[in-house]
């Protein structure tokens, strides 16, 4: 019996989510009894035996052509297929976007209990209960799963990355890959270098600096911290930034390290998508705006004096010029 960790890659390079449900995936196998194993798709170029680091001891790699798109039909298929083989207890998918179109097909599939946004180790004492976020990060469930197969995708960012010794062993599979029902006629890059959901550290901007010409200072500030760009609903809406950089509910949902938010009032609506930041710096001059509620750290005064201030204080502590 197995807990199956769905592995991700983009790139070639396997997703840092992918660390953190591996780490997972392998401490639910040692508190189940049960073996870590992985499923990649595709042929990314990182090492794969070096993820066994994380505690996953075997990995199916199945590499076919058909699977270098992205497609949740095929790639449900072929999880499933998987799944029988390795006679999987649970299966593991990271709370990101493929993980959330993948993991509700497979359950179907397999006829397994889904919990959706785990944000801790099952309960296995007494049954097999779940710790998960609700009403958008603002309360848990617990929720119990009493099927034989349980799949449940992991919440980004809330299980830390473990490494220790180990090699894990993979294996070449040949189960059936059906074809795609789609044709990807093109695919155009959004001009973010660094992936929202995947970035450590965030800055975003708000209505607060008035016009996107003042940008330049949020992203040499990102530039320098090696952050991703983010920015809040009625600035994509108004065209100033593009819309993949809109995070809130209606946006992007994200969980980085450290979020810094400039000029921006801390919405309901855009806190239920970044509140899960480990660490949530506010610049606003409105002592009594709601994000300050929020913030770990809360500088209150202008954008326009606070953010070349902290551009300089962080080219101080790298040493640049
Ligand atoms: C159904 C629905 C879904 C929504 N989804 C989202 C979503 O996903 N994401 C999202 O962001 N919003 C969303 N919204 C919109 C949300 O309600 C807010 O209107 C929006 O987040 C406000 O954006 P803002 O903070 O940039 O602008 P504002 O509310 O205009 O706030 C600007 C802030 O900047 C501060 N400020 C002004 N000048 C300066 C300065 N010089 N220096 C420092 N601070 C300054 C002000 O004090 C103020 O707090 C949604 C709304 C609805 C109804």
Redesign the pocket.
């Known amino acids: 019996m197995s807990v199956l960790i769905f592995i991700e890659h983009t790139e070639g390079e396997i997703k840092k989510a992918s660390h953190e449900a591996i780490t997972y995936g392998a401490k639910l196998a040692e508190q189940t009894g049960d073996i870590a194993e992985g499923i990649v798709l595709g042929s990314p170029t990182d090492d794969l035996p070096s993820l066994g680091k994380f505690g996953v001891k075997k990995i199916y790699q199945v590499q076919n052509d058909i699977l270098h798109q992205f497609d949740s039909q095929v790639y449900t298929k072929v999880i499933a297929q998987i799944a029988e083989e390795s006679g999987a207890k649970a299966i593991i998918f990271s709370n990101n976007p493929a993980g959330k179109s993948l993991a509700p097909r497979v359950a179907v599939r397999l006829k397994a209990g889904l919990v959706s946004g785990a944000t801790a180790l099952p309960d296995t004492t007494k049954g097999f209960e779940v710790r998960k976020n609700v009403f958008s990060g603002k309360a848990f469930a617990h929720v119990s799963v009493p099927t034989d197969i349980k799949v449940i995708t992991l919440n980004v960012n809330s299980f830390t990355v473990e490494e220790n010794e180990g090699v894990a062993e993979v294996v070449q599979s040949s189960v059936d890959v059906p074809a795609s029902k789609l044709k990807v006629i093109n695919t155009t890059k959004t001009s973010a270098s660094i992936a929202l959901t995947e970035a450590d550290t965030v800055v975003s901007a ?3 600096l008035k016009g996107p010409e003042n940008w330049k200072m949020v992203e040499e500030l990102a530039q320098l911290l090696g952050a991703g760009l983010a920015c ?4 994509a809406d108004a065209h100033w930034r593009p819309h993949n950089e ?6 992007v949902a994200i969980a980085p390290n450290l979020y810094i938010a400039i ?3 801390g ?1 309901i ?2 806190l239920a ?1 970044v509140n899960r930041s480990k660490v949530i710096v506010v ?4 002592p009594e ?1 709601p994000f300050f509620k929020a913030a770990d750290y809360g500088i209150v005064g ?3 004096e606070i953010v070349p201030k902290m551009i300089e204080a962080v080219k101080k502590v790298k040493g640049v010029v």
């Open positions: 708000g209505r607060g809040s609903r009625p600035v809109h995070v809130g509910q209606t946006g000029g921006i009032s919405a609506q855009h998508g610049v606003n001059k409105d705006a202008d954008a326009f």
